[in-house]
C-alpha cells in the first residue's frame, strides 16, 4: 500500500483583488481601471437590455464608487476574513475609536474625530 499526499490551496476572492491592487504604481490608476470594468460590467447588461452605454469621461459617482469598492475588499481581506467573530475582535481592539459600519460596509471610526469640522468621508 502506498500512501499519497494530497494538497490543498484555497484563497478567497479579496487575495485576488489585493495581489492585483499592488501591480498598480500609481492611486488613480488604480481607481480608473475598476470604474473601467465596473463600467464595462454596467454596459453588457444595459446592451441585454437596450439601453444606451456609458461613453466618455468617468463621473466623479464612477470614480467614487471604484474607490469604495477598493477599501471595502482592502478591509474584508485585513480585517474580517473570519466573519463576524474578527469583527467582535475589531471592535474591541479599536474601542477608543468608536469603529462602525457604515451604509456602504465600509468600516470607520469615530473617537475624537467627530469633534472635528470635517465631512464623514
Known amino acids: 500500500m502506498s500512501k499519497r499526499l494530497v494538497t490543498l490551496s484555497a ?8 495581489s492585483w491592487i499592488e501591480r498598480f504604481s500609481s492611486y488613480m490608476k488604480l481607481l480608473r481601471s475598476v470604474a473601467w ?40 481581506h485585513y480585517f474580517f476574513e473570519g466573519g463576524k467573530k474578527d469583527f467582535e475582535e475589531i471592535i474591541q481592539k479599536f474601542a477608543n475609536l468608536q469603529p462602525f459600519l457604515d451604509s456602504t ?17
Open 37 to 76: 470594468i465596473k463600467r464595462g460590467i454596467a454596459n453588457r447588461r444595459q446592451l441585454r437590455s437596450g439601453e444606451s452605454m456609458m461613453v466618455g469621461p468617468f463621473s466623479l459617482s464612477e470614480l467614487d464608487h471604484a474607490l469604495h469598492i477598493c477599501i471595502r475588499q482592502t478591509q474584508l
Open 105 to 121: 460596509n465600509i468600516l470607520r471610526v469615530g473617537g475624537r474625530l467627530r469633534h472635528a469640522s470635517l465631512a464623514e468621508e
Open 11 to 18: 484563497t478567497s476572492p479579496c487575495d485576488h483583488f489585493i
